[in-house]
C-alpha cells in the first residue's frame, strides 16, 4: 500500500529533511527501498533518490538537495518490494524554498534621495528579507517614528511602506529604516527633500548711507533656501506721498546688497526685498521705518581719546579716535593746538595729513610741559576742540629706572619701638614708569599686613606700622621696566630696649663662699649704646630673687665671694640701654651648688656614627657641658645589642678637642647601641644618650639581585604581570630593566618603579609582543649584578599563513591547504575551523574542523560557487580569519561519457539474457568504470535498475 504523507522536518535555502510513515501493508514480501519523488512550482512529478530499507527498521528520513532558492516544491514516496513499486503517496503541503536562519537585509533599490513638491504625497515601498521574519521601524535622529499628522506607516511580513501626505518643508529629512531578527540587523537612510518656495530673506532690511537722490540697501539670505538654490532678489521701493510698491531692481541669488536710486529729494520711502527660487517668490522682507531723502550734514563732534602714542627729548606723537558724529558728511582732516605749561596759551601747530587719526609735533624743548587738543574738519567747518591731554613732559620715552639715590641718603631714618615709621616720595626715575617693589630679607613687603606699599608714576612710598626692635635693618628697593632695573638699598633704625644677654650664664672657678659669673653681650642692642648689667641671685632654697650687684657696659663678668656655703644657687643678668631694661638671661640650667670644685663631669654629647663597616663602628661626640671642676681626661665608650639591657664596656680613650673612638669585633647582620661616659679626676661621670640602634653592615658592598621572584612568569593576554624584586648592596645600587637589549622606560603599558633597595617591572596589561628574556641591572661604585626572568604571555593564536589553496576540485568536494600561524599564542593549535561562503545568501557556514593544515569539504553543491577561510584554534581561543583569494565553482575535472550503443541480445533462457554493445563514442575525459543495466517489460512500465 501507499507510503504515508511526506513531513518537512528541517530546511534551509537548497535543502529539504522529510520523513514518512511505512506502507501499511508490504504486500507479503519485504520493502525493499522507496522512490523519492519531488515536484517543483506545480511541475511534473521528478525522482530524486531511492531510500534502501535492508534491514525494515530503518528511520524514514531522507535529505533532498540541490534545491532553488524561492521555488515552491511537494515530495511525495514509493514503496517497492519484489512484487513491485506501491502508489505514490499523497504530496507533501507545497513549501517555499528559503533559509530558516538569515540576517535581515533591506532592499535599497527605492531609497535613493527623494526629491517632491511641497503637498505632494510621498510613497517609500521597501521590501525586507530575512529569517525568521523580521521586524522593521522608522526613525528620525534616533527617535522612533510611528503613524501620525501627515506621516502614515505600515509593516507588513517582508515589507514596510512609509507614507508623508501633503509633505512639508519641514518634512525635508534624512529617515532611517531598521531591519531587526535573531540573526542580525540591518540599517538603511533614506534622504527626502520637499522643495518649495523660500522664506523670506533675513533681517534687518538695513537702510543706510542716504543722499538727496540715492540710499543704499542690505540683508541677509533666507533661512530656509526652499530645496533650491535661489535665483535673484527682487527690490521694491514706496514713495510715501504714492503709498504704491514699485520695482526698484532685482540682484543675483548670492548678491544681498544694492544702491536704491534714483531718488527725489525731500521724499519719504519705504523699500522690501523678495527671494525667488525655481518654485515662486517669497514673503517680502519689508525696511522697519521711512527714510527721507536728503543730504544730512553740519559741523562734526571733536574726535575722543586724544593721547600721547609716543614721544622723546624733541618730538611727541598724537593720535585719537573718530568722533561720535561726522555731522553727517566725512572728515576732511583734523586741526591741532598745543600750549606749553608756561604760558597756557594754545596755538594751533598743524594739521592731520588728511583723514588719519595721527600727529607728530617736533621742536619741543627738553624738560618742559606740554598739551595738546584736537579739532574736526569736515566741509561744513571745524568742531570744537577735544579734551586737553594731560601735561606731559618732553623727555626720553625709553630709559631704564634711576633711583634717586640723593634723596634716598639724605637723613637717616628711625623710630621708637610701635610707632609708625614712614619714608614718603621717592624718586624713582625711568620710561615706561618703572615696577617698584619693596623688600627686607628677601621678601616682598607687599605681602605684609603691617606695611603698605604706595606707587605712582616716578614716585614710590612705604608705611611701617607696629614696629619692632626686629625690623631694623637694609630695605632693598628694586626698580624694573622693560629697558632695565636699578636696585638700592637703605637702613630703617628701630629702637628700643636691648636683648636679653647671650648665654649661656656660666659660673665658673666655684668655691664655698663664691664663684665668677660670665655672659656675653646682647645680639640686639636695641639701637642705643648698652649702659650697664644688673645682676641677681636664687637661692633655690627659698625661691626668692635678690640683688647681687651691677658691671658696666664694657664688662661681661661678675665676682662673687660672699655666698652662703652648701647653699644651691642660680643667677640671672639683665642688659639696660637709654630705652629701658632687657629680659633676664637665667642661668646655669641647673643650680650650682656653692662648694669647692672637683665633681664628675656631666654626661658628653649624643655620639654620631661617621662610618663604619660591617663589624665595626666609629664614634665622636661633644664633651659634656659641665666637667664639674675638672678637667676631662679620658672617655669610655660601652655598648649594648639592641633589645637588649645589659651594656657592655668598650674602649677606653684620651680626651681631645674633638673626642672619638672606636668599637670593633661586632657581630655582622646584629643591631647596637652606643653611648659614651666622661671621666675627670673625681671620676666617671653620667653616660650620654645612647644612638639609635645601627645595623651592622658593609657602608661599601657590590650589588646583589635576589633571584627568589625571577622565576618564568606564565600569564594570558591583558593581564597584569607584576614582578618586585629585592637588590642589596651599600650604598644602595642604581637599577635599569632591558628588553632586547634596550632599557625599559615606563609607557602607558609598561612601567618601572624603583625604591631603595628594591625594584618593580608592570606590565599593563601584558600583550604577545612584550613576550621575551627581561634583564635587571644593579650597579654601584662597588660593583655590578645583572638577573633575567622569562616572561611568557598566552592568548589567541595569529591567522594561518597563506595562500589558503583549494586543489582536487569535484562536484561535491574539494580539499584545501594552509600554513600553520607564525604565532600560536604560546600554547599548540589545537584544530582549525574551515569555513564556506555561499555567494547567494552572503553568508559564511561551517565546513568543518582539521587537526592538520588540509582538509576536505563536503558536502558542495555542484555548479556552485564557493570561497573558504580558514582560522586557528587554541586553549585561548580563535585566531582572525585567512581568507582565499580566489573562489571555486564545484565540478568534476571531466563530464559524463556519452551514451553507448543500442544493447543486442546473445543468448537468452526463461530467467537470463546475455547483451552485448559497444563502448561509448567519448569516456568524458576519465576511464569508464563500470555500466549500469537497466531493465522494462514488455508493457513499458518504469525502467528499473538490473545490475
Same mark, same amino acid.
Given at each position: 500500500?501507499?507510503?504515508?504523507?511526506?513531513?518537512?522536518?528541517?530546511?534551509?535555502?537548497?535543502?529539504?529533511?522529510?520523513?514518512?510513515?511505512?506502507?501499511?501493508?508490504?504486500?507479503?514480501?519485504?520493502?525493499?527501498?522507496?522512490?523519492?519523488?519531488?515536484?517543483?512550482?506545480?511541475?511534473?512529478?521528478?525522482?530524486?533518490?531511492?531510500?534502501?530499507?535492508?534491514?525494515?527498521?530503518?528511520?524514514?528520513?531522507?535529505?533532498?538537495?540541490?534545491?532553488?532558492?524561492?521555488?515552491?516544491?511537494?515530495?511525495?514516496?514509493?514503496?517497492?518490494?519484489?512484487?513491485?513499486?506501491?502508489?505514490?503517496?499523497?504530496?507533501?503541503?507545497?513549501?517555499?524554498?528559503?533559509?530558516?536562519?538569515?540576517?535581515?537585509?533591506?532592499?535599497?533599490?527605492?531609497?535613493?534621495?527623494?526629491?517632491?513638491?511641497?503637498?505632494?504625497?510621498?510613497?517609500?515601498?521597501?521590501?525586507?528579507?530575512?529569517?525568521?521574519?523580521?521586524?522593521?521601524?522608522?526613525?528620525?535622529?534616533?527617535?522612533?517614528?510611528?503613524?501620525?499628522?501627515?506621516?502614515?506607516?505600515?509593516?507588513?511580513?517582508?515589507?514596510?511602506?512609509?507614507?508623508?501626505?501633503?509633505?512639508?518643508?519641514?518634512?525635508?529629512?534624512?529617515?532611517?529604516?531598521?531591519?531587526?531578527?535573531?540573526?542580525?540587523?540591518?540599517?538603511?537612510?533614506?534622504?527626502?527633500?520637499?522643495?518649495?518656495?523660500?522664506?523670506?530673506?533675513?533681517?534687518?532690511?538695513?537702510?543706510?548711507?542716504?543722499?538727496? +537722490?540715492?540710499?543704499? @540697501?542690505? !540683508?541677509?539670505? &533666507?533661512?530656509?533656501? =526652499? $530645496?533650491?538654490? %535661489? *535665483?535673484?532678489?527682487? /527690490? #521694491?521701493?514706496?514713495?510715501?506721498?504714492?503709498?504704491?510698491?514699485?520695482?526698484?531692481?532685482?540682484?543675483?541669488?548670492?548678491?544681498?546688497?544694492?544702491?536704491?536710486?534714483?531718488?527725489?529729494?525731500?521724499?519719504?520711502?519705504?523699500?522690501?526685498?523678495?527671494?525667488?527660487?525655481?518654485?515662486?517668490?517669497?514673503?517680502?522682507?519689508?525696511?522697519?521705518?521711512?527714510?527721507?531723502?536728503?543730504?544730512?550734514?553740519?559741523?562734526?563732534?571733536?574726535?575722543?581719546?586724544?593721547?600721547?602714542?609716543?614721544?622723546?627729548? +624733541?618730538?611727541?606723537? @598724537?593720535? !585719537?579716535?573718530? &568722533?561720535?558724529?561726522? =555731522? $553727517?558728511?566725512? %572728515? *576732511?582732516?583734523?586741526? /591741532? #593746538?598745543?600750549?606749553?605749561?608756561?604760558?597756557?596759551?594754545?596755538?594751533?601747530?598743524?594739521?592731520?595729513?588728511?583723514?588719519?587719526?595721527?600727529?607728530?609735533?617736533?621742536?619741543?624743548?627738553?624738560?618742559?610741559?606740554?598739551?595738546?587738543?584736537?579739532?574736526?574738519?569736515?566741509?561744513?567747518?571745524?568742531?570744537?576742540?577735544?579734551?586737553?591731554?594731560?601735561?606731559?613732559?618732553?623727555?626720553?620715552?625709553?630709559?631704564?629706572?634711576?633711583?634717586?639715590?640723593?634723596?634716598?641718603?639724605?637723613?637717616?631714618?628711625?623710630?621708637?619701638?610701635?610707632?609708625?615709621?614712614?619714608?614718603?616720595?621717592?624718586?624713582?626715575?625711568?620710561?615706561?614708569?618703572?615696577?617698584?617693589?619693596?623688600?627686607?630679607?628677601?621678601?616682598?613687603?607687599?605681602?605684609?599686613?603691617?606695611?603698605?606699599?604706595?606707587?605712582?608714576?616716578?614716585?614710590?612710598?612705604?608705611?611701617?606700622?607696629?614696629?619692632?626692635?626686629?625690623?631694623?635693618?637694609?630695605?632693598?628697593?628694586?626698580?624694573?621696566?622693560?629697558?632695565?632695573?636699578?636696585?638700592?638699598?637703605?637702613?630703617?633704625?628701630?629702637?628700643?630696649?636691648?636683648?636679653?644677654?647671650?648665654?649661656?650664664?656660666?659660673?665658673?672657678?666655684?668655691?664655698?663662699?663664691?664663684?665668677?659669673?660670665?655672659?656675653?653681650?646682647?645680639?640686639?642692642?636695641?639701637?642705643?649704646?648698652?649702659?650697664?648689667?644688673?645682676?641677681?641671685?636664687?637661692?633655690?632654697?627659698?625661691?626668692?630673687?635678690?640683688?647681687?650687684?651691677?658691671?658696666?657696659?664694657?664688662?661681661?663678668?661678675?665676682?662673687?665671694?660672699?655666698?652662703?656655703?652648701?647653699?644651691?644657687?642660680?643667677?640671672?643678668?639683665?642688659?639696660?640701654?637709654?630705652?629701658?631694661?632687657?629680659?633676664?638671661?637665667?642661668?646655669?640650667?641647673?643650680?650650682?651648688?656653692?662648694?669647692?670644685?672637683?665633681?664628675?663631669?656631666?654626661?658628653?654629647?649624643?655620639?654620631?656614627?661617621?662610618?663604619?663597616?660591617?663589624?665595626?663602628?666609629?664614634?665622636?661626640?661633644?664633651?659634656?657641658?659641665?666637667?664639674?671642676?675638672?678637667?676631662?681626661?679620658?672617655?669610655?665608650?660601652?655598648?649594648?645589642?639592641?633589645?637588649?639591657?645589659?651594656?657592655?664596656?668598650?674602649?677606653?680613650?684620651?680626651?681631645?678637642?674633638?673626642?672619638?673612638?672606636?668599637?670593633?669585633?661586632?657581630?655582622?647582620?646584629?643591631?647596637?647601641?652606643?653611648?659614651?661616659?666622661?671621666?675627670?679626676?673625681?671620676?666617671?661621670?653620667?653616660?650620654?644618650?645612647?644612638?639609635?640602634?645601627?645595623?651592622?653592615?658593609?657602608?661599601?658592598?657590590?650589588?646583589?639581585?635576589?633571584?627568589?621572584?625571577?622565576?618564568?612568569?606564565?600569564?594570558?593576554?591583558?593581564?597584569?604581570?607584576?614582578?618586585?624584586?629585592?637588590?642589596?648592596?651599600?650604598?644602595?645600587?642604581?637599577?635599569?630593566?632591558?628588553?632586547?637589549?634596550?632599557?625599559?622606560?615606563?609607557?602607558?603599558?609598561?612601567?618601572?618603579?624603583?625604591?631603595?633597595?628594591?625594584?618593580?617591572?608592570?606590565?599593563?596589561?601584558?600583550?604577545?609582543?612584550?613576550?621575551?628574556?627581561?634583564?635587571?641591572?644593579?650597579?654601584?661604585?662597588?660593583?655590578?649584578?645583572?638577573?633575567?626572568?622569562?616572561?611568557?604571555?598566552?592568548?589567541?593564536?595569529?591567522?594561518?599563513?597563506?595562500?589558503?589553496?583549494?586543489?582536487?576540485?569535484?562536484?561535491?568536494?574539494?580539499?584545501?591547504?594552509?600554513?600553520?600561524?607564525?604565532?600560536?599564542?604560546?600554547?599548540?593549535?589545537?584544530?582549525?575551523?574551515?569555513?564556506?561562503?555561499?555567494?547567494?545568501?552572503?553568508?559564511?557556514?561551517?565546513?568543518?574542523?582539521?587537526?592538520?593544515?588540509?582538509?576536505?569539504?563536503?558536502?558542495?553543491?555542484?555548479?556552485?560557487?564557493?570561497?573558504?577561510?580558514?582560522?586557528?584554534?587554541?586553549?585561548?581561543?580563535?585566531?582572525?580569519?585567512?581568507?582565499?583569494?580566489?573562489?571555486?565553482?564545484?565540478?568534476?575535472?571531466?563530464?559524463?561519457?556519452?551514451?553507448?550503443?543500442?544493447?543486442?541480445?546473445?543468448?537468452?533462457?526463461?530467467?537470463?539474457?546475455?547483451?552485448?554493445?559497444?563502448?561509448?563514442?567519448?569516456?568524458?575525459?576519465?576511464?569508464?568504470?563500470?555500466?549500469?543495466?537497466?531493465?522494462?517489460?514488455?508493457?513499458?512500465?518504469?525502467?528499473?535498475?538490473?545490475?
Amino acid at each position: 500500500s501507499k507510503p504515508g504523507t511526506p513531513e518537512i522536518i528541517s530546511y534551509d535555502h537548497m535543502t529539504c529533511d522529510i520523513k514518512w510513515g511505512p506502507s501499511e501493508s508490504d504486500g507479503g514480501s519485504p520493502i525493499t527501498h522507496y522512490i523519492i519523488q519531488t515536484r517543483t512550482n506545480n511541475g511534473d512529478w521528478i525522482f530524486d533518490g531511492n531510500f534502501q530499507t535492508p534491514t525494515g527498521s530503518e528511520k524514514l528520513e531522507y535529505q533532498v538537495t540541490g534545491l532553488t532558492e524561492n521555488d515552491k516544491v511537494q515530495f511525495r514516496a514509493i514503496a517497492v518490494n519484489k512484487g513491485g513499486e506501491s502508489p505514490p503517496s499523497d504530496p507533501s503541503p507545497l513549501h517555499t524554498v528559503k533559509h530558516s536562519k538569515l540576517k535581515p537585509k533591506i532592499d535599497r533599490k527605492n531609497l535613493d534621495t527623494k526629491s517632491i513638491k511641497v503637498g505632494q504625497t510621498l510613497l517609500l515601498d521597501v521590501d525586507v528579507t530575512g529569517e525568521p521574519t523580521p521586524e522593521t521601524s522608522w526613525s528620525l535622529m534616533g527617535t522612533e517614528l510611528a503613524t501620525k499628522e501627515n506621516i502614515t506607516i505600515v509593516h507588513t511580513a517582508y515589507n514596510t511602506k512609509f507614507t508623508i501626505e501633503k509633505g512639508t518643508r519641514k518634512n525635508s529629512q534624512k529617515y532611517k529604516i531598521t531591519a531587526t531578527n535573531i540573526n542580525g540587523k540591518d540599517e538603511a537612510f533614506v534622504e527626502v527633500v520637499f522643495l518649495g518656495r523660500p522664506s523670506p530673506p533675513m533681517g534687518p532690511l538695513e537702510v543706510y548711507g542716504a543722499t538727496k +537722490d540715492s540710499c543704499k @540697501l542690505n !540683508w541677509r539670505a &533666507p533661512e530656509d533656501t =526652499g $530645496g533650491l538654490p %535661489i *535665483l535673484k532678489y527682487i /527690490v #521694491e521701493m514706496m514713495d510715501k506721498a504714492t503709498g504704491k510698491w514699485v520695482p526698484l531692481c532685482e540682484t543675483p541669488g548670492n548678491v544681498t546688497n544694492t544702491p536704491a536710486k534714483p531718488l527725489e529729494e525731500g521724499h519719504e520711502y519705504m523699500f522690501r526685498v523678495k527671494a525667488v527660487n525655481d518654485e515662486g517668490e517669497s514673503e517680502p522682507l519689508v525696511a522697519d521705518k521711512y527714510i527721507k531723502a536728503k543730504d544730512p550734514f553740519g559741523l562734526p563732534e571733536p574726535p575722543i581719546k586724544v593721547e600721547l602714542c609716543d614721544w622723546d627729548v +624733541d618730538h611727541m606723537d @598724537l593720535q !585719537w579716535g573718530f &568722533p561720535p558724529s561726522d =555731522g $553727517g558728511a566725512p %572728515i *576732511l582732516l583734523y586741526k /591741532v #593746538e598745543m600750549r606749553n605749561a608756561k604760558d597756557e596759551e594754545w596755538h594751533e601747530v598743524g594739521e592731520s595729513d588728511g583723514p588719519k587719526k595721527f600727529f607728530q609735533q617736533t621742536g619741543l624743548t627738553k624738560g618742559e610741559k606740554y598739551s595738546f587738543r584736537v579739532r574736526s574738519v569736515n566741509k561744513a567747518g571745524k568742531s570744537e576742540p577735544s579734551d586737553p591731554t594731560p601735561y606731559a613732559v618732553a623727555r626720553p620715552r625709553k630709559y631704564p629706572p634711576i633711583i634717586d639715590r640723593d634723596y634716598l641718603y639724605k637723613d637717616k631714618l628711625w623710630v621708637r619701638t610701635g610707632k609708625v615709621l614712614k619714608f614718603e616720595n621717592l624718586p624713582v626715575d625711568g620710561e615706561p614708569p618703572a615696577k617698584v617693589s619693596w623688600y627686607f630679607k628677601a621678601r616682598n613687603l607687599a605681602e605684609d599686613e603691617n606695611i603698605t606699599v604706595t606707587n605712582v608714576d616716578y614716585l614710590t612710598s612705604i608705611e611701617i606700622r607696629n614696629t619692632v626692635r626686629k625690623m631694623t635693618g637694609m630695605y632693598l628697593i628694586r626698580a624694573i621696566n622693560e629697558h632695565g632695573k636699578d636696585e638700592a638699598e637703605v637702613e630703617f633704625v628701630v629702637l628700643g630696649p636691648p636683648g636679653p644677654p647671650e648665654g649661656p650664664l656660666e659660673v665658673t672657678d666655684v668655691h664655698k663662699e663664691g664663684g665668677k659669673i660670665k655672659w656675653k653681650k646682647p645680639m640686639d642692642d636695641g639701637g642705643r649704646p648698652i649702659e650697664k648689667y644688673v645682676l641677681e641671685k636664687l637661692d633655690t632654697e627659698t625661691g626668692k630673687w635678690s640683688p647681687c650687684g651691677e658691671v658696666d657696659a664694657d664688662k661681661l663678668e661678675l665676682e662673687l665671694n660672699n655666698l652662703e656655703t652648701g647653699k644651691k644657687m642660680k643667677f640671672r643678668v639683665k642688659a639696660k640701654n637709654e630705652e629701658g631694661e632687657s629680659e633676664w638671661l637665667e642661668g646655669p640650667l641647673e643650680p650650682v651648688l656653692i662648694k669647692d670644685p672637683f665633681d664628675p663631669p656631666g654626661p658628653p654629647g649624643l655620639p654620631e656614627i661617621p662610618d663604619w663597616t660591617e663589624n665595626s663602628v666609629k664614634l665622636k661626640w661633644a664633651p659634656p657641658l659641665r666637667e664639674n671642676g675638672a678637667p676631662v681626661t679620658h672617655y669610655t665608650i660601652e655598648y649594648r645589642e639592641y633589645g637588649t639591657d645589659n651594656w657592655i664596656v668598650g674602649p677606653k680613650v684620651k680626651a681631645k678637642k674633638y673626642p672619638d673612638g672606636e668599637v670593633k669585633d661586632l657581630t655582622p647582620g646584629k643591631k647596637y647601641e652606643f653611648r659614651a661616659k666622661a671621666e675627670n679626676k673625681a671620676g666617671l661621670g653620667d653616660p650620654s644618650e645612647h644612638t639609635t640602634p645601627h645595623l651592622m653592615k658593609a657602608r661599601f658592598a657590590p650589588p646583589k639581585i635576589d633571584r627568589t621572584n625571577l622565576d618564568q612568569k606564565v600569564v594570558k593576554v591583558n593581564q597584569q604581570v607584576v614582578i618586585e624584586v629585592d637588590v642589596s648592596g651599600e650604598p644602595d645600587p642604581q637599577k635599569q630593566w632591558f628588553f632586547n637589549g634596550e632599557e625599559i622606560k615606563t609607557s602607558e603599558m609598561v612601567k618601572v618603579a624603583h625604591s631603595a633597595y628594591h625594584t618593580k617591572l608592570m606590565l599593563i596589561p601584558a600583550k604577545r609582543h612584550m613576550i621575551g628574556k627581561y634583564t635587571i641591572k644593579a650597579k654601584n661604585n662597588s660593583g655590578e649584578d645583572e638577573a633575567d626572568v622569562e616572561i611568557v604571555i598566552k592568548g589567541k593564536p595569529g591567522p594561518p599563513e597563506g595562500p589558503l589553496k583549494p586543489f582536487d576540485i569535484t562536484k561535491n568536494s574539494c580539499k584545501l591547504k594552509w600554513k600553520p600561524p607564525k604565532d600560536d599564542g604560546g600554547s599548540p593549535i589545537e584544530y582549525y575551523e574551515i569555513e564556506k561562503l555561499d555567494p547567494l545568501t552572503g553568508q559564511w557556514l561551517p565546513a568543518g574542523t582539521s587537526t592538520t593544515c588540509e582538509h576536505t569539504v563536503k558536502p558542495l553543491s555542484e555548479g556552485k560557487e564557493y570561497k573558504f577561510r580558514v582560522r586557528a584554534v587554541n586553549k585561548d581561543g580563535e585566531s582572525p580569519d585567512l581568507e582565499g583569494d580566489e573562489s571555486i565553482i564545484a565540478k568534476n575535472p571531466f563530464d559524463p561519457p556519452s551514451k553507448p550503443d543500442k544493447p543486442t541480445p546473445m543468448d537468452w533462457g526463461v530467467d537470463f539474457c546475455n547483451l552485448k554493445w559497444k563502448v561509448p563514442a567519448s569516456d568524458g575525459g576519465s576511464p569508464l568504470t563500470e555500466y549500469i543495466m537497466e531493465i522494462r517489460d514488455k508493457d513499458k512500465r518504469a525502467w528499473k535498475e538490473a545490475f
